[in-house]
Structure formats: C-alpha cells, structure tokens
C-alpha cells in the first residue's frame, strides 16, 4: 500500500485528493481516472511525432520521499522504483497500484545512514536480474526476480577502494555494466570522512567482473544510458554549474574514447531553464529523453532542443514501459507517466 499523506496539491491540476485514491483507482477501475499535472512545451515541430498532442502527465501515485530509478519489468507487466530516503523498492501495476516490493533496498546495516540511504538507479540485464545501485551500502547488486536466490554484489571497490555512492546504471549485451558514482548517498555528501575516492567516477564492470573507471574528470556524474545500437554511452552531469550530456564512443574492448557534449548550459539557458541534468534515456531513434529541470528535456540525436515534459518540479529519473512508448516518470513524491509515440529501445 501507498504512504499516506491527507492530501496533495497537484500544482497546476487544481485539485486536492487523498493519496490513497492514486493507488486506489489502479485497484478498481479499469480505466483508471488519474489526477494529471504540468505541460508539454512543444519547441519543434519534431516533437508531435513523439508525443499526441492532446498527451497529459498522469500522476499514478504520490506520498514518496524521493522517488528515483524507475525500470520497466516486461515479463511481469509491472514497473520497478527506488524511495531513495525510505530505503525502499516499491511495485506498481495498473490493476493494484503502488506497494512495497523491497526494503531494505540499499542499506543493510543497524545505525542511521544519512538521508539517501537507499538504492537509486535500477536497471534489467541480459539474464533478466534487478541491477540496483545501492546508496548505503555503496556497491551495485544483481538480484533474480525468479528462481529464487539473493543478492550478489558486482562491484563495490575500485583498487581496494569502496565507492562514493552508485547513482545510476546500465547492462550492455556483452555482459558489462557501466555506472556513476556521485557522492549523493554519502551521510554528508563529499564532505564526507568516510570517502576513500577521490574522484567522482564514470566505472564498467567487465564480463569477467574486472572494475575499470573510464571517466573521471566529471564533477557530478549522474544518469547513464546507451545508445539503441550499444555503441555510445551517454552519460548526464547534475552539476547546475556546469549542466551537460556527454556522448562517449564505446570501442570493441568495452573501453571508451574521447566525450563529445550533446547538450549544455547554453542549450537550457536559450530555453530559460536553469539546473542540473538527472536521469536519461533514448528511444530507438536516439532521441534522448533527460530529467532535468522541471521535467524531462526531449532531445534529438544531434541534441537539439525539441520540446520539454513540464511536470514543474524535481523530476529524478524515467523509464521506457508497457509496449515501449509509455514513458514512467519518477519526480519528487510522485510517479508518473505520459503515453507517447515513440518507442524505447
């Protein structure tokens, strides 16, 4: 079941609702008449043919701490998301709504943990297990979602070094895992005494479980993503001093070349938008769908501004679902959603 919260004000919706109809309307209806929210600023011509015109942002639940990592599990029909303050991974499905599927999800020890303890980014690799980057516990896990069986760290250190905070993550066909390491999760962020890293890295975890850091000169790595055909990396910066997405080139040993930007500070400040980037992703055409400031920023391969999912405040991560056009927005307190026409690779 949903935290509860009496009531909720769903910015420019106009509405005061109880949290628990969110969950409740899943439950019982079967066409669900979600509580919507923001806008979609249209920029480009271009944008029409990803997302309808008359597309809305449905909130699908609320009461969260901080709502992060969503990841669409396709053999189950259901979606995945990290509460990163609460230490929890909850389910939701259209049918029951929000509940609990973990916790802890990031945090196993007895003493207090600061205030993102939990896991963050979450992602399904090729044997079809949990891939969660893990706050408290600073690592990254595998969990199979059938079959049985518990958690197996993929990478905790790097040269006898544990990690700041794994934020985000992605599984490669080939086998490898590549994520960023912020210091986000730390009790005092990078003040922290318990630091043993340095830099604030972008890291693979090879087939073979070997850990190399392949970027290291990002002040704030944040959200990760591939390209559909696996050969670019995409990495997103939460710095608000210095917001960018990089392209790195993925070369055939799993390593990277050299970073391109795709999209910066004078991109957002053309569009009057100011802060950081969060999580990303592409859809099969390479557009590349970026939380960011106020929303999600949609844009094209070559980075060009083309219009911006407007939910109108902190918006962490998304997550293609359903068929593959339905895009999962986790923003805030809230989990939402907007049907789109383009398709997630």
Not at 191 to 211: H, L, M, Q, S, W
Request: proline residues 8%; aromatic residues 8%; glycine residues 12%.
């Amino acid at each position: 079941m949903l935290l509860y919260i009496p009531t909720i004000d769903l910015m420019n919706a106009n509405l005061l609702i109880p949290v628990f109809l969110l969950a409740a309307a899943g439950a019982s209806a079967q066409t669900p008449n979600y509580p919507t929210i923001g806008q979609i600023v249209r920029a480009d011509p271009r944008i029409d043919k990803l997302i309808p015109k008359d597309a809305k942002i449905d909130v699908l639940a609320t009461g969260f701490e901080w709502s992060e990592g969503p990841v669409w599990i396709k053999n189950g029909n259901y979606l995945l998301f990290s509460d990163v303050p609460a230490n929890t991974i909850y389910k939701w499905t259209e049918k029951e709504g929000c509940r609990p599927f973990l916790k802890p999800s990031g945090y196993t020890g007895l003493l207090p943990y600061g205030d993102e303890p939990g896991s963050n980014g979450l992602t399904i690799d090729a044997q079809g297990r949990l891939i969660a980057c893990e706050h408290g516990d600073r690592r990254v896990t595998a969990m199979p979602l059938s079959g049985g069986g518990g958690k197996k760290t993929l990478a905790d250190t790097f040269e006898g070094k544990r990690f700041n905070s794994p934020n985000d993550v992605v599984a490669h066909s080939n086998g490898s895992y590549y994520f960023t390491d912020p210091p986000y999760g730390l009790p005092r962020k990078e003040k922290d005494p318990t630091r043993e890293i340095d830099k604030f890295g972008v890291y693979r975890v090879a087939p073979n479980g070997n850990v190399s850091r392949l970027v290291d000169d990002l002040t704030r790595p944040n959200g990760i993503a591939l390209s559909p055909d696996e050969k670019t990396l995409y990495v997103a910066q939460s710095d608000p001093e210095k917001p960018v997405i990089m392209a790195y080139p993925i070369q055939a040993d799993g390593a990277i070349g050299k970073g391109t930007m795709i999209f910066g500070p004078d991109g957002l400040k053309k569009q009057g938008l100011q802060g950081g980037f969060d999580g990303l992703k592409l859809d099969r055409d390479g557009n590349i769908w970026t939380t960011g400031p106020g929303g999600v920023l949609v844009l094209s391969p070559k980075g060009e501004f083309l219009g911006h999912i407007n939910i109108g405040g902190a918006t962490a991560n998304c997550a293609w679902g359903d068929d593959g056009s339905t895009l999962y927005i986790t923003a805030d307190m809230y989990l939402c959603r907007v049907r789109t026409t383009a398709k997630g690779w």
